[in-house]
């Protein structure tokens, strides 16, 4: 008999423990957002060739030596701080499509070299388009800002946000007559905002006797927590 009530004990000691665990939390989801300002210290210039021939070799070698000419001025234009690498190329048929269906008519080629241009010194940035589209490049596709330490602003983001999440809890908690317990979660949806939109147009014709004015503005990093907190009755 004494060991059936052991066994009884110990069953209803168990019971009770897989109750109080399974027990619901308490708890306050809340959420924190942040945005970081800050001036871009690189830019990403995108310049490029593009020719037209009947035939693909003419297009071709048409457009190796205008972009050689190109690179070679805008080498002397940035310096030795910058960086210059080829981003893409193409060589393509152009075709007549008829009316009346069929197969279309093959009418030339045309080859495209873009190069993007790094740099540093964002003072430079009108003088490398003005010094491309002079020296044979008749396209910019692109001007990009960046920061070469995005990493420290993303985390002054990410520190602005969680703090911005746990004042919430805290005043959430009171308002209701609670206390913040500990921290059971916390949730980092990834950052938002990023570099500035591309500028976006195609150069023609010579460039203008004075540098082609560009505003890099500001970039904006943001980030979003999600903070998950027990709470429990205040103390009175």
């Known amino acids: 008999m004494k060991l059936i009530f052991t066994a009884c004990l ?3 000691t168990a019971q009770v ?8 939390v308490s708890s306050i989801r ?4 942040s945005l970081v300002s800050a001036k871009p210290d690189r830019v990403q210039i995108d310049v490029g060739v593009l020719t037209q021939a009947t035939q693909s070799q003419s297009a071709a070698a048409q457009n190796a030596t205008r972009l050689q000419a190109a690179l070679t001025a805008l080498a002397k234009a940035v310096g030795p701080g910058a960086d210059i690498k080829t981003v893409s190329y193409s060589l393509n048929p152009n075709y007549q499509y008829h009316p009346n269906g069929g197969e279309p ?19 430079k940035i009108g003088s490398v ?6 020296s044979g490049a008749n396209q910019v596709q692109g001007i990009q800002f960046t920061l070469s330490d995005e990493q420290t602003v ?10 911005k999440a746990r004042a919430d809890a805290d005043v959430l908690a009171a308002a209701l007559g609670l206390k913040v317990v500990r921290v059971l979660s916390v949730e980092e949806n990834g950052s938002t905002g990023g570099p500035v939109r591309p500028v976006m147009f195609e150069a023609r014709g010579m460039a203008a006797k004075a540098p082609t004015p560009v505003q890099p503005g500001s970039i904006e990093v943001g ?3 999600v903070l998950t907190v027990e709470v429990a009755a ?3």
Do not use: C, F, H, K
């Open 105 to 123: 008519t093959i009418t030339g080629y045309t080859a495209t070299n873009v190069v993007r241009v790094t740099l540093s010194d964002l003072a």
């Open 154 to 163: 993303r985390s002054q983001a990410l520190r602005e946000a969680a703090l």
């Open 129 to 134: 388009i003005d010094t491309a589209t002079a």
């Open 10 to 12: 110990l069953l209803l």
């Open 30 to 33: 809340v959420t924190g957002d």
């Open 223 to 225: 980030a979003n927590v």
């Open 17 to 24: 423990n897989a109750e109080q665990s399974a027990s619901p």
């Open 234 to 236: 205040a103390a009175r």
